[in-house]
C-alpha cells in the first residue's frame, strides 16, 4: 500500500488525508516534524527533493509530490474527478488558482504566525500576505454568489483543494465574518461523507 509522508499541521497534507479517507484508500502514514527539520534530512529530500510535505510513495517505490497532483492521481475515475472536459478544466483552474493565489498568502500567513518566533523578520510579510490573500477571498465569495461549490455543481478536487487552508484562514489572521458564502460552504464541505478534520489522520 502507499505510504504518506504527512504534518498534521499542514494544511497541503491534509487535502491528501482528505481524499484518502474519502476513498477509504489503505495506506501507512509517516508523520515528519517540519519544524525539527525532518522534511530536510538527506533520506526525506531523497524522495522529494523539494524537501516538503505531502509526498505519497507508491508501492513501487515511486514518490509523488505537490499536494494538488497526488490528489487528482488519487481521485482518477472517481466522482471527485469531474467526466465533462470543461467541468474538469474549471477544476483544474480553481486548483490552480489555490496555489498560485490562495495558498502564498492565506497558507504563509498562517506558517509565519504559528511556526515562527515573534521577532522573525518575516513578520514584515503579513500587511502584504493579509491584503492578497483577501483578495483571493473576495474572489471566491465573489464565485459562490450563486453556487454550492466550486466545480461541477458538487463537491470536487476544487474544494478539497480551497478548503485545506480556507478553514484554518484564522489562524493566519484572517476574519471570515465578511464572507458569508465562504462561511456557508465550508459548513458544506464538512458536512461531506467521511469528512476528517485537520488534526485527525486517516486510522490507517
Known amino acids: ?3 504518506l509522508y504527512d504534518n498534521l499541521s499542514s494544511g497541503n497534507a ?21 519544524d525539527r527539520g525532518e522534511t530536510r534530512t ?17 508501492e513501487d517505490g515511486t514518490v509523488l509530490a505537490e499536494s494538488n497532483a497526488i490528489i487528482h492521481y488519487l481521485a482518477e475515475g472517481t466522482p471527485l474527478i469531474p467526466q465533462g472536459r ?35 523578520p518575516r513578520r514584515a510579510e503579513l500587511p502584504m500576505r493579509h491584503e492578497r490573500g ?3 477571498l473576495a474572489v471566491m465569495e465573489t464565485h459562490l454568489r450563486d453556487r454550492a461549490f466550486f466545480a461541477a455543481g458538487r463537491f470536487t ?9 480556507t478553514h484554518v484562514a484564522d489562524e493566519g489572521g484572517f476574519d471570515l465574518a465578511p464572507y458569508p458564502r ?13 469528512h476528517i478534520p485537520i488534526t485527525r489522520t486517516t486510522g490507517s
Open 1 to 3: 500500500m502507499p505510504t
Open 14 to 34: 491534509y487535502k491528501v488525508r482528505l481524499v484518502l479517507h474519502r476513498l477509504d484508500i489503505p495506506h501507512h502514514r509517516i508523520d515528519l516534524d517540519i
Open 86 to 120: 470543461l467541468e474538469r478544466a474549471r477544476m483544474l483552474q480553481w486548483m490552480f488558482f489555490e496555489q498560485y493565489s490562495h495558498e502564498p498568502h492565506v497558507a504563509v500567513a498562517r506558517f509565519i504566525l504559528h511556526h515562527l518566533p515573534a521577532d522573525h
Open 42 to 58: 538527506p533520506e526525506f529530500l531523497a524522495k522529494n527533493p523539494n524537501g516538503r510535505v505531502p509526498a505519497l510513495e507508491l
Open 157 to 165: 478536487l476544487a474544494d478539497v483543494a480551497l478548503y485545506a487552508y
Open 134 to 136: 483577501h483578495q483571493a
Open 182 to 194: 465562504i462561511r456557508a460552504w465550508l459548513t458544506r464541505v464538512a458536512a461531506e461523507p467521511r
